[in-house]
């Protein structure tokens, strides 16, 4: 029975990635089309001149490719996984939720009159705390069903090195759910900054939570490698299937030189995807190894801010700076690493953090 259960999933999990892999190849050519008509174009602009210099044979390169992401993944969700699971249903909402606040974020930066400013950050961030509570409310209560003993492995906090688990009540699982959730999304949207770069990346880090999700939904599986038995979550390996066949799709339009950028309205998704799939497979922690690259560029953005202000003299104009330009991938392409090299580099990044984070799994 667990045979037949197992390979209907893998079946599933293929149709997802596949589904999702043709909507974007074949839709692409067509939105691209549109976009170009519209001008709704990026026009990339740094405070470096040398950056701007090196990235201005992307002017007008059409962006918003972020909706073949969503109507991809939306769609192969919708038929292959289980409709009636709440983790499903909560998926769906935080794609279309942080979908339209990327969408709205992206046309204001295009079409707005306030230049490329876009949404203020803290605008997003209401937005996307007010989903992340929201959300946490409904997945901690589903997540009852977990219960075992008395016991809910659903409501508790699983780190590495086989630190003994840590039961939360609502408020400090909707903290942490808030973070990974909010975090993960802003650091996908700044690492989408090179042709194939995010998407790649991606695709890594949803490969190992399509494994941890798969092992935490089956007992056997979860009792080997003493990890959570959360009831439902095998379903987040069709998310996880789903995400990568649209991310591998994109890159088909987006590797180097990229035909459209996914702009805000795929990076902020897909990010907010991975926190969720984490959190619901009470991961939070594998999510900060597996997405090394993603806590590389905003941990560099957070530190050239913070050592720019730091060193900043009264009076002064300006501080001093620890990268060249950060997000962390600037700095290396001011630096004269070709664009390509640099986002290869970071996909060999990502994999050694990817197979790090899944040798925790032994380490327990």
């Known amino acids: 029975m667990i045979y037949l259960l197992y390979q209907g999933l893998i079946l599933r999990m293929a149709g997802a990635a596949v589904t999702s892999f043709l909507i ?5 050519p067509r939105l691209i089309r549109m976009l170009l008509r519209r001008k709704i174009g990026d026009s990339p602009e740094f405070d470096h001149t040398d950056l701007n210099e090196l990235t201005r044979h992307k002017s007008n390169t059409p962006t918003m490719g972020g909706v073949l992401i969503v109507i991809s993944i939306f769609g192969s969700v919708v038929v292959f996984a289980n409709m009636q699971n709440m983790y499903v249903i909560v998926t769906l909402v935080a794609l279309v939720w942080l979908g339209v606040l990327g969408g709205v974020d992206d046309w204001i930066k295009l079409r707005g009159e306030t230049g490329r400013e876009g949404l203020r950050m803290w605008e997003k961030l209401v937005f996307q705390i007010a989903l992340a509570v929201l959300l946490s409310i409904y997945t901690y209560n589903y997540g009852r069903e977990s219960t075992i003993d008395g016991k809910n492995p659903a409501h508790s906090l699983y780190l590495p090195l086989g630190v003994e688990p840590i039961a939360l009540s ?12 909010v975090g993960s999304s802003n650091a996908v949207n700044l690492t989408d ?5 995010a998407a790649g990346c991606v695709v890594i880090v949803a490969l190992v939570f399509l494994l941890l999700a798969e092992v935490v939904g089956v007992r056997a599986w979860a009792v080997f490698f003493r990890l959570p038995l959360v009831a439902g979550a095998a379903e987040m390996t069709v998310v996880c299937a789903a995400l990568m066949g649209s991310c591998l799709g994109f890159l088909w339009y987006n590797a180097h030189p ?15 995807l991975l926190g969720y799939i984490a959190v619901v497979t009470r991961q939070e922690a594998v999510l900060l190894i597996a997405g090394g690259v993603f806590v590389m560029e905003a941990g560099s953005v957070l530190l050239q801010v913070g050592y720019f202000k730091l060193t900043k003299p009264k009076g002064g ?9 950060a997000p962390v991938h600037h700095h290396f392409h001011l630096g004269g690493w070709a664009e390509a090299k640099v986002v290869v580099r970071f996909w060999l990044l990502g994999i050694i953090f990817a197979a790090l984070a899944l040798a925790t799994l032994k380490l327990r």
């Open 24 to 28: 974007v190849l074949m839709l692409g």
């Open 170 to 181: 609502i408020l400090p699982y909707t903290i942490i759910m808030t973070l990974t959730m």
């Open 193 to 197: 900054g090179m042709d194939g770069l």
């Open 258 to 272: 990229a035909q459209v950028f996914m702009g805000d309205t795929g990076s902020l998704p897909l990010g907010g």
């Open 317 to 325: 104009l300006e501080g001093k700076r620890l990268f060249r330009c």
